[in-house]
């Protein structure tokens, strides 16, 4: 934590001219990362549909006519097998997302605590997104092996009432101290492109740069529009908007893994370069993020190859900690 950050500076950062914001993150990025690895994540949605909550952009919230159907959660061997395809395919770690508002314990906790117990014995990475949780079961699924848990923040305390109303900025802020006191590490960041201001993605990244411990893992997001949502006939947020988030959280955040996550599949090569060149080293790989399109793994490869770049070994930061 830099407990001097002011929302000033980050505002200073974030409105400098694009080029000159590329070329410092690039620097940044390469004082902490090796500039050729990237992450590469699979993210599966074990429990789909039926949330109870009204985030405005999320096709899984049950008050909105989606077309997304509501599923129970998938059974163990099922998630096992789905993570073993994903390793085979080049994912060094696999997250699990439930559409809960919160963790409830119960048989279907347990039974995620036993889909982390055979996803950490694959060697990977495991993260799950469960919505709210408490300390208490935060403590049973790093005891399950659990690595990483995501809880995204969304946008700025001032935005977050005029796209969410059924739980509080300070629930999700709750939530990641809740993990990150247990020692597991935290991945948070936002989605862009749903009617924010400027000041309001500088206001997000200035929360999670403030933390008492910064995430280990930013993910940045543009809004897919999906059909049904309130949120459905929002545009196409700007590629250099994306730039722009990705390269002033790799400067506030050094050494956190920054990945380019929904919305990739409407960017080019080109633009997913220049993202990666800003300080993204991270990515979702596979055909869906939870229930929105993403780039097929073919399409991936053939990026990985033209950029000469590989994917990040699992654990690396842990090994890099213990030298």
């Not at 993570?83 to 559409?99: E, H, I, L, P, V």
């Not at 403030?210 to 997001?221: C, D, M």
């Amino acid at each position: 934590m830099n407990p001097t950050l002011s929302k000033d500076a980050v505002r200073e950062i974030y409105e400098s001219p694009i080029l000159e914001l590329i070329y410092r993150a690039a620097t940044v990025h390469r004082q902490h990362h090796d500039p050729q690895e990237v992450q590469v994540c699979t993210l599966l949605s074990v429990k789909t549909g039926g949330c109870p909550e009204d985030c405005a952009y999320c096709p899984q919230a049950a008050r909105y006519h989606t077309g997304v159907q509501a599923h129970k959660l998938m059974e163990v061997d099922e998630v096992l097998t789905a993570a073993q395809r994903a390793k085979d395919a080049g994912s060094t770690r696999f997250c699990m997302g439930a559409a809960w508002r919160e963790v409830r314990d119960n048989r279907d906790f347990d039974k995620v605590l036993e889909m982390v117990k055979g996803v950490n014995q694959l060697d990977m990475e495991v993260c799950c997104t469960l919505g709210m949780l408490t300390e208490t079961q935060a403590q049973k699924l790093k005891d399950a092996g659990l690595y990483a848990y995501n809880h995204n923040l969304d946008t700025s305390e001032e935005f977050y009432g005029d796209i969410i109303s059924t739980r509080t900025y300070d629930d999700r802020l709750q939530t990641i101290n809740h993990v990150q006191k247990v020692g597991i590490s935290a991945c948070s960041g936002g989605i862009i492109g749903m009617g924010e201001t400027h000041d309001d993605r500088i206001g997000m990244l200035h929360t999670l740069a403030s933390l008492p411990q910064a995430p280990e893992s930013v993910p940045v997001n543009a809004l897919v529009a999906v059909e049904g949502t309130p949120l459905e006939h929002q545009k196409r947020v700007s590629v250099w908007d994306m730039i722009r988030m990705i390269a002033t959280a790799r400067i506030l955040m050094p050494k956190a893994m920054v990945r380019l996550s929904a919305g990739r599949v409407n960017m080019t090569m080109e633009e997913q370069a220049l993202c990666f060149m800003a300080g993204a080293n991270s990515i979702f790989a596979g055909e869906k993020l939870l229930t929105t399109p993403n780039p097929d793994v073919d399409a991936d490869q053939e990026m990985f190859q033209t950029l000469n770049i590989r994917p990040r070994p699992a654990f690396k930061a842990q090994k890099l900690e213990a030298v």
